[in-house]
């Protein structure tokens, strides 16, 4: 359980000028985002001018020096206002700490402090050709002298054609297997980069679309880590940071979508019986169950959150519990995919007008799929469970 000292920090924390964000700027903006798949550009860059992009980083390279706890619980925030900005946060917050782990220090004065901390980045991992094997490329980087060339069609990049800075994976030049990756910081104004629209049924602002990397340079300077370690940035760069986000992204959803069907069920009355919504026992009892449900992740994400800072502390692999967030993965997806959906049933016509709970029942979809998808995800957590063996890049290990 988490102990009370992280939970009094999360009441007393450093959250005032988070909040005014969220309200005066992230949650004004959501609905019109959507509406229009328009980009939550001013959102990111009031949360940067906040310093909350770099919640991660060192204050010496601009940022808040703050931890896993503290970025967990913004991304809770966010992610109550809008999951759209709540996952181009966890992208951006995500591709700077692993650079934090396995970049130069040239590397973060460049990409994490220059602009005064404004310049946005995202991964860009997955391929179409292996679907939900987000980690597992077909794509080689090949060799330009001391620098490189990355050819890659990359899917499901958020913020694709909107980020500052990519953190792109393909596999090394000349790769001994497909375990053989190397990982790249690649500019986004590069040559040779070019993004497609994104059309989806939610999260329509995150932009998570196709990007396709044509024989674009990349420094060595800007190759991330050493080549052949890309494994290792997976499981102990990328994945933990990004698990325990995506989780309280969709923690935060259940959380504003039960919000907003207590505040209608409460507010609307039935003029025949002069009776609110929240007077019907059959309504008190859906909105009770979605209740039980939303409480469940919390101590968990907090609890989590600090194993991430415990580990970070000690220069131990995060990975260590990689199955731990994914279970958390797991159930804040369905979470709040139950609790959308039981705000939807009880607020009836009014929730299924467009507006934030239509929105949250559509951007909660996306939950399910993103990866590793939950029936990916179910795979690894019950081959822990009896013993077998995970391993993600070899055939009979995932």
Known sequence: MPTSTAVRKLEEGP??????????????????????????????????????????????????????????EAAYRIGQADASTGLVYVMHVGAAQTINLFGTDDQKERWLKANNGTLLG????????????????????????????????????????????????????????????????????????????????????NHSG?????????????????????????????????LIGLGAVWEGLARGVLNAAVAHTTGFVHKDRNKSLSDYQAIRQELGAAKVLVESLRPWRIELAEKLDELWRAGRPQSEILIPLTEFKVHAAEVANKVASSALTVTGGYGYHRGPIERAFRDARAAIAMGPSNIIAREWIGKALVGLPLELFYEGGE
């Open 210 to 242: 196709p990007i396709r990397y044509a024989n674009v340079l990349i420094p060595q300077r800007d190759r991330l880590g050493t080549e052949g370690q890309g494994k290792e940035i997976i499981y102990d760069g990328v994945s933990p940071v990004y």
């Open 122 to 205: 995202t991964y860009s991992t997955s391929e179409r050709a292996t679907g939900g094997h987000w980690w597992y490329n077909l794509s080689e980087a090949s060799r330009d002298g001391d620098d490189y060339r990355l050819n890659a069609e990359k899917s499901f990049t958020t913020s694709s054609g909107q980020a500052d800075f990519y953190v792109a994976q393909t596999r090394t030049p000349g790769a001994k297997d497909q375990a053989d990756i190397i990982f790249f910081i690649v500019d986004g104004k590069a040559d040779g980069i070019e993004s497609r629209p994104w059309e989806a049924l939610g999260v329509r602002a």
């Open 15 to 72: 959250y005032p000028q988070l909040d005014t964000v969220i309200e005066q700027v992230v949650r004004a903006n959501a609905d019109r985002n959507d509406r229009e798949g328009r980009f939550p550009r001013e959102n990111l860059l009031a949360l940067a001018e906040a310093g909350w992009t770099g919640v991660l980083n060192a204050p010496r390279f601009g940022g808040l020096g703050l931890g896993h706890v503290d970025f967990a």
